[in-house]
Structure formats: structure tokens, C-alpha cells
């Protein structure tokens, strides 16, 4: 069982960045793939970024609209995992979910455990 919780989120303007956090308790964090969906109003939600590793070599993955922009670490000495977002547009506000799951992707439902997510609004 892991246990995940959203922080950073709020209201920016075009152009500005934010720095989301993602704290994870229970047990195995380090053995889990991290992602970072999306869900505006009205909309389904929508995958961001993801991080796996495999021994000392560590995989992200983008969706082609954060690409260039947003970055995604992780620390698992600390359980926890980040989403960089810079140059951010009217377009990229959503309610920002964190997720674990045993293999990286796109789909929301390869993923098991969800926080409860933080709101990222950009003003024009």
C-alpha cells in the first residue's frame, strides 16, 4: 500500500513556473513507477510525465504538450517525486494528480495508487 500526497500547486501567470511535489509513505516506494496526470474541468484526465529506473539508469517520459517544459525527478531517499513546470500556459491548468503503479505509462490505468491531487491555475 502507498500512500501519496500532492503539494505546490496554485495560481500563476503565463510564463511562470511551479514546482509540484508528490510525498509517498508505505512501504516499497523505490520499487514503483511515479506519474503525474492532469485533469481539467470537463475534461478526462490526461497523462504528463512518468520516471522508472532500472539499476543506476533512470527513464522519464512526456506527453508531447509538457515536452521541453516540465521535468520530472525523483528521490527515494526522501519518497519523494517532483514535476518542474516552466513556461507554463492558460492551457496546462488542471488539477495535478500523483500516481504509483508497477510499470510506467500513459493509460491511468496502469497505475494503483493516486493522491488526491493540487490545482495548478495560469492566468493569461
Known amino acids: 500500500q502507498v500512500q501519496l500526497v500532492e503539494s505546490g500547486g496554485g495560481l500563476v501567470q503565463a510564463g511562470g513556473s511551479l514546482r509540484l511535489s508528490c510525498a509517498a509513505s508505505?512501504?516499497?516506494?523505490?520499487?514503483?513507477?511515479m506519474g503525474w496526470f492532469r485533469q481539467a474541468p470537463g475534461k478526462e484526465r490526461e497523462f504528463v510525465a512518468a520516471?522508472?529506473?532500472?539499476?543506476?539508469?533512470?527513464?522519464?517520459y512526456y506527453s508531447d504538450s509538457v515536452k521541453g517544459r516540465f521535468t520530472i525527478s525523483r528521490d527515494n531517499a526522501k519518497n519523494t517525486v517532483s514535476l518542474q513546470m516552466n513556461s507554463l500556459k492558460p492551457e496546462d491548468t488542471a488539477v495535478y494528480f500523483c500516481a504509483a503503479g508497477a510499470t510506467p505509462g500513459k493509460r491511468v490505468g496502469q497505475y494503483d495508487y493516486w493522491g488526491q491531487g493540487t490545482q495548478v491555475t495560469v492566468s493569461s
Open positions: 508505505g512501504r516499497a516506494f523505490g520499487s514503483y513507477a
Open positions: 520516471i522508472s529506473w532500472s539499476g543506476s539508469i533512470i527513464y522519464t
